[in-house]
């Protein structure tokens, strides 16, 4: 268990570090792939997870993670990508210096407060917990910060990347239908709004979500 628990804790920093990176690219694409990473990396901590409790259920979680989450999500977001021509975030609403500011101070305090708590059922990973809170908090600011519909879908699969960790930490893993209906409705959720984007391309040639008030009748 010791050794599960150091490489958990090891591939939630891992997680961490690519979240903050994500905040300083402007490049679309590779936003997407760092989303790849990220979800790969996820995928890893449910299988460690399930190798270390013996957990059927958390097997599936791993692999579900990483069709859904690694492969699919991103192939849909690559396609939206793929028919637009700008693939820049060109005019983030706060400068990169301070929203990484921001989200450093976000990751403290989700230090501060999910590093107190002591959850009687949950994976002993000292940091996981934390990283989770602060994931969320990450896309959030992705979320808030950005104009770009696709940078603003890397940041809601961001908050659910955090999400879905604080449940495979916390409970290990939410049960097997449950978890299949979060899985489809994250793919349904992006596949919508990757067409809502492409249809935001088509008539304004942009992907600033600003333009969905023009859309006002």
């Not at 013996?54 to 690694?70: D, E, F, P, S």
């Amino acid at each position: 268990m010791t050794g599960a628990t150091e490489i958990v804790d090891g591939l939630a920093i891992a997680l961490l570090a690519i979240a903050l990176f994500s905040l300083t690219l402007r490049g679309l694409v590779a936003g997407v792939w760092l989303l790849v990473v990220q979800s790969a990396l996820l995928a890893l901590v449910a299988a460690t997870i399930a190798l270390s409790s013996g957990a059927a259920h958390m097997w599936a979680a791993a692999l579900l993670t990483l069709a859904v989450r690694a492969i699919a999500v991103p192939a849909v977001l690559f396609v939206v990508l793929r028919a637009v021509s700008l693939k820049r975030e060109t005019r983030p609403l706060v400068s990169t210096r301070y929203t990484i500011i921001l989200a450093v101070a976000l990751t403290l305090v989700a230090f501060f407060t999910a590093g107190r708590l002591e959850l009687a059922d949950a994976f002993p990973a000292r940091n996981a917990l934390p990283v989770s809170l602060a994931l969320t908090f990450i896309g959030l600011l992705l979320m808030a910060t950005r104009r770009k519909a696709v940078s603003q879908l890397i940041g809601l699969i961001t908050i659910e990347n955090g999400i879905f960790l604080a449940g495979l930490i916390a409970t290990l893993g939410l049960p097997f239908f449950v978890e299949i209906g979060i899985f489809f409705d994250l793919l349904v959720a992006v596949a919508v709004t990757a067409v809502l984007t492409l249809r935001i391309n088509e008539h304004f040639d942009t992907m600033n979500t600003d333009e969905l008030r023009k859309l006002r009748g």
